[in-house]
């Protein structure tokens, strides 16, 4: 697993960071990646979120499993190929300390989220989540099959996010020449951008929902593997506001309310 080197020592957010991680791949460490390496892992990126919206969907469990799975695996299988066994340096084995960042950093995201977006809508400027609105109307094996595709779709959110983030931190300390801190910064916003994009057609083309709303909770979420640099700690808070929406709609569909 990568550590803070010497760069990282007079570059890092001190009062932010887990002290003894350092992103991965970004200056050499754990393993190097050439500029067309991370093409073909960003291409793959693309390749899974494609197979994640393109393909065929069915009534099934099969073919939506598929597809979440796929979502994941296609770009964790390309960046395994040129990063070899270092491709797990976006992980780490959780702990106690990690949990409770999940929970602190998805309360954030609902609270900077729900700022945002609760004007927005009673303004009438946001679109519903069919997936969401559909919720509702499920119940039993289905809605635990529901949540357990979900999951894994979640996770492979995740890694369109952090994988893009790990290539732009790269290209742009790497090749800009820019600072440790001033390339996290424009690779985390242009990642909430390259994330808000991807919620577009979700949303029906509805920008400033996407871009103000989606790309607003992916800055939040992205926070947590800024600190932990550990996928699975966003990844973590990434499931309970999703799921805690979803339960909340369950809730409000129960007592006669309406799903948001």
């Known amino acids: 697993m990568p550590t803070a080197g010497e760069d990282g020592a007079n570059e890092r957010f001190a009062w932010f960071e887990y002290p003894d991680r350092d992103f991965p791949f ?37 073919m939506p499993l598929v597809k979440a799975i796929l979502f994941s695996a296609i770009p964790l299988t390309a960046l395994a190929a040129f990063a070899g066994p270092h491709w797990t340096s976006i992980f780490y084995a959780l702990t106690w300390r990690d949990f409770g960042w999940m929970v602190v950093f998805w309360l954030l995201n609902m609270a900077v989220t729900a700022a945002v977006a609760y004007p927005l809508m009673k303004a009438g400027a946001t679109a519903d989540n069919a997936v969401v609105s559909a919720i509702a109307q499920k119940s039993g094996f289905d809605l635990a099959i529901f949540f357990g595709v979900t999951g894994i779709q979640l996770f492979g959110e995740e890694v369109f996010s952090i994988l893009p983030f790990l290539a732009l931190l790269w290209l742009l300390h790497t090749r800009f020449g820019f600072e440790r801190k ?15 994009a991807a919620h577009l057609p979700t949303y029906h083309w509805n920008f400033i929902q996407c871009f103000a709303v989606i790309g607003l909770a992916r800055i939040v979420l992205l926070l947590a593997y800024l600190k ?28 006669g309310g309406k799903a948001p």
Do not use: E, M
């Open 26 to 62: 970004y200056d050499g460490i754990p393993a190097s990646l050439s500029g067309r390496q991370w093409l073909i892992v960003i291409a793959a990126v693309v390749l899974g979120f494609a197979a994640l919206v393109g393909l065929p969907s069915s009534d099934s469990i099969v």
């Open 228 to 255: 932990t640099k550990n996928i699975l700690v966003s990844f973590g808070a990434h499931l309970l506001t999703d799921w805690g929406i979803f339960v909340f709609a369950l809730a409000s569909a129960a007592f």
């Open 182 to 196: 001033p390339a996290i910064v424009c690779a985390w916003v242009g990642c909430a951008i390259w994330f808000g």
